[in-house]
């Protein structure tokens, strides 16, 4: 029938804090990661982002049978997002895992 499928992934969005500042511009990265990688990657390339299994240890493990149904599984990516959020650097002494403020 020549229909195409997709979602829609509702996430936030993340802006460098200082937009000169190389850490805020990779926190701001990282921050993105995870609100729309996490779930995007795995439907596009079939896995999770890099950056999210180094961080998140317990995430699922895909086979390779499954890596392949997922990846291109989509036709197009479709987002909402509602509001922005200034992402800088987590402080020296933040809890654990926390990767930006």
């Known amino acids: 029938q020549g229909g195409r499928v ?3 992934i509702s996430a936030h969005w993340g802006l460098p804090y200082d937009s000169n500042s ?5 926190a701001t990265e990282l921050y ?3 609100q729309i990688s996490w779930i995007a990657d795995p439907l596009f ?3 999770y982002p890099v950056a999210m299994r180094a961080r998140q240890p317990h995430l699922p493990k895909f086979t390779e049978q499954e890596k392949k149904l997922l990846a ?3 036709d197009f ?6 509001t922005s959020h200034f ?3 987590a402080p020296p002494g933040s809890p654990p895992g ?4």
């Open 6 to 8: 997709s979602l829609v």
């Open 22 to 26: 190389k850490e805020d511009i990779n």
């Open 32 to 34: 993105m990661q995870f």
């Open 45 to 47: 390339y079939g896995d």
């Open 72 to 74: 291109g599984s989509v």
């Open 77 to 82: 990516f479709a987002l909402n997002y509602y």
């Open 87 to 89: 992402i800088r650097k």
């Open 98 to 101: 926390q990767v930006c403020s």
